[in-house]
């Protein structure tokens, strides 16, 4: 007998279906992947708007140009958005779920990821993309410093110790 299969397109021949364990870690860093991404193509959605209605309208341009000009922008933005919100998303899941713990490298290595990626599909070139990662990096990093409720960025047990390089222990 033909079953169900929790797998798109495939069909099981059995009269008790396999049940797959589904890794928890991977279906939230799927749904958080996923939905950074949803929300960074509503977010350049609404930028590319926002940016066509200041550009200068040069003469001779129509109605039908302007809606194209203006739907070109939306649709370009919002995928850039998309995809960089979807990785920063996804990077910082997966080293989340990988450690078993959110630390201060997550935002960082995500932030930088998805700058680079940002970058490369914008600029299109390499000083862009340094000059992209490193600005994502240092603002996801920042901004999880602002929003830290879990203690990522408790430097507290460095009080009045000496910080070295090589432990003289």
């Known amino acids: 007998a ?14 008790n279906p396999i049940q797959l364990d589904v890794d928890p870690e991977l279906t939230a860093t799927l749904y958080q992947t996923t939905t950074g991404g949803a929300l960074g193509a509503c977010m350049g959605g609404m930028y590319g708007a926002v940016s066509s209605a200041f550009t200068r309208d040069a003469k001779g341009v129509t109605t039908r140009s302007s809606l194209a000009t203006t739907s070109s922008h939306i649709l370009s933005h919002a995928g850039l958005f998309g995809i960089g919100f979807g990785v920063y998303s996804g990077v910082r899941a997966y080293m989340a779920n990988s450690t078993g713990k959110l630390d201060a490298w997550a935002p960082l290595v995500a932030g930088a990821t998805s700058g680079a990626i940002m970058g490369a599909a914008s600029l299109r070139s390499p000083a862009g993309v340094i000059v992209m990662s490193t600005a994502f990096a240092t603002a996801a990093t920042i901004t999880e410093m602002g929003a830290d409720k879990n203690g990522l960025f408790d430097f507290s047990q460095y009080d009045n110790k000496y910080v070295t390089l090589l432990n003289k222990e």
């Open 2 to 15: 033909l079953c169900c299969s929790p797998l798109p397109g495939v069909a099981m021949v059995s009269k």
